[in-house]
């Protein structure tokens, strides 16, 4: 397995409210664990939530007890939800923070993957797939056929989510179990890079770098800069 993770504030925004985590190693009874989340909320606000987002979804698989993997998610976006939620009520300048999260986790050919709002995993075998469903209104318009897939880019309401981590007493999150091969590349990234950059061009990098995941991460931050890097920015590669 190689992997690479980097996060970039982007070419507009003062911060980065952004977080990744990325374990390649053994993780209490996960093999490895790559989590992104992407704030919201404000400055302090979206950073915090983040942050206390990942730092508690990687405690809880630490010390899981869970008997599957989909169940050790679930039990760990849980508690990541009710500490997110409950230092939203304690302190007013946190008031309604929220935040996405995708996340994922690699057991021999088979991937165990969690999804809450818009950040998306993606698998590149022979073309690139998204394996997540946005949580977002442009989704929504999507699935009724009120916009084509090609349109939700850059849908003037392309940043409203329709369900985040934190904002309420409970989450309901999307939780995935897929069949990989080696070779094949996992993705995980925020919102920032897909949308700037359409995934055709996201395929054409993983595979032009495809024995290089340095390579192929920054590649794609350059491109999400150099489309306007209107917002931060992360990517997770793991290639099997």
Do not use: W
Not at 84 to 111: F, W
Not at 196 to 209: N, Q
């Amino acid at each position: 397995m190689k992997t690479f993770c980097l996060t970039d504030t982007g070419r507009l925004r003062n911060s980065n409210q952004d977080c990744v985590f990325c374990e390649e190693n053994k993780i209490g009874s996960f093999p490895n664990l790559f989590l992104v989340a992407d704030g919201m909320g404000g400055h302090q606000a979206g950073d915090m939530a983040s942050r206390l987002c990942v730092n508690e979804v990687a405690a809880q698989i630490t010390k899981t007890e869970s008997r599957t993997p989909v169940s050790a998610f679930e039990a760990a976006v849980a508690a990541a939800n009710t500490k997110v939620y409950q230092r939203s009520r304690e302190d007013v300048a946190l008031a309604g923070m929220g935040t996405t999260l995708v996340g994922a986790m690699v057991d021999g050919n088979t991937v165990y993957i969690v999804n809450i709002g818009d950040s998306r995993l993606y698998v590149l075998h022979d073309t690139l797939r998204q394996i997540t469903v946005d949580h977002s209104l442009v989704e929504e318009m999507v699935q009724s056929g009120e916009i084509q897939k090609e349109e939700m880019r850059l849908h003037p309401n392309k940043n409203i989510i329709t369900r985040a981590l934190g904002t309420d007493t409970s989450v309901r999150p999307d939780c995935f179990e897929i069949k990989v091969e080696e070779g094949d590349v996992i993705l995980l990234c925020s919102d920032g890079l897909t949308n700037m950059v359409e995934d055709i061009a996201i395929e054409e990098t993983l595979k032009k770098y495809i024995e290089d995941m340095k390579l192929a991460g920054e590649s794609l931050v350059q491109q999400a800069n150099e489309a306007g890097g209107k917002d931060n920015i992360s990517v997770i590669l793991v290639r099997l």
